[in-house]
């Protein structure tokens, strides 16, 4: 998921030179058939803020194998506590949090069948607390509380998760 953004471009690269199917989603469908042409491969575009995301995931993977997932779209947002509204951290949330949910929902039993993987990123200021950055940390650290307390559910001789932490410190 963010296939044509940096971090999703390039892990999609080096799943296809280590000779992975893969199958790419992004929003930009320009963007993502430049980039499905150039690793041969599959794609679907989804919207995580406008799209149906359980309805995208059924009827794209319902016949797939999938053996992992990786959400690299995110955001930064950065604002003082004392400025920042409601809106912001629903916002924010709206990105970087509830399409997570969705998406784990939509591809446990697959991912679980498959012994999947799935990669998540968060930040350091989740835990640190950095100035500024009240309503990423907020998101960024509910995202891993949730997401680590769904795959509690799951086995994890047949799961796994993976949240990189990212510290530009």
């Known amino acids: 998921f963010g296939a044509t953004g940096s971090i999703g471009s390039s892990l ?16 930009d469908e320009e963007e993502i058939k430049k980039l499905s042409s150039k690793l041969n491969c599959e794609y679907t575009i989804l919207d995580v803020l406008k799209d149906d995301i359980s309805e995208t ?6 016949n797939i194998d999938v053996a992992g997932l990786a959400y690299c779209i995110g955001s930064i947002d950065l604002k003082p506590l004392k400025i920042s509204k409601k809106e912001d951290f629903e916002k924010c949330m709206d990105l970087n949090f509830f399409p997570i949910i969705e998406i784990i929902k939509g591809l446990q039993n697959n991912l ?9 990123f968060s930040t350091v200021a989740a835990k640190k607390g950095f ?11 509910a995202m891993a509380v949730c997401t680590l307390g769904s795959v509690g559910g799951i086995s994890f001789s047949s799961f796994i ?3 990189i932490v990212w510290s530009f410190v």
């Open 12 to 27: 999609s690269e080096q799943l296809y030179k280590s000779n992975k199917e893969i199958h790419i989603i992004g929003k």
């Open 57 to 62: 995931i059924k009827n794209s993977f319902s």
């Open 112 to 120: 679980k069948t498959n012994n999947g993987s799935i990669v998540l």
């Open 131 to 141: 100035t500024n950055h009240s309503i990423i940390s907020s998101v960024k650290g």
């Open 161 to 163: 998760l993976f949240l």
